[in-house]
């Protein structure tokens, strides 16, 4: 009987953080942003496809175009940004 009293609970919690701390929309801004600058930027900036840097691991490298680092700045530096309750 208290199992589901806690997942209920916990529900209950996520779905508070999700709307009434603004959780979902931040989100959903996050991700429709990002790819939204993203595709902006590999179809319409001259350079955005050439590579930013490189990631040399231990079994494979991984390039990254402009195209995808600056759209993960902007939304990073605009959720640090946003306005909490405390």
Do not use: Q
Request: aromatic share 18%; net charge positive; proline share 2%.
């Amino acid at each position: 009987m208290i199992i589901p009293l806690v997942l209920l609970l916990v529900v209950i919690f996520v779905l508070w953080k999700l709307f009434v701390d603004g959780w979902l929309f931040k989100g959903i801004l996050f991700f429709a942003g990002w790819f939204g600058l993203y595709i902006w930027l590999k179809v319409y900036a001259e350079g955005a496809k050439t590579i930013a840097f490189t990631y040399h691991g231990d079994t494979s490298n991984i390039a990254f175009t402009w195209a995808a680092v600056i759209p993960t700045a902007v939304c990073v530096m605009a959720l640090l940004c946003t306005r909490t309750s405390k």
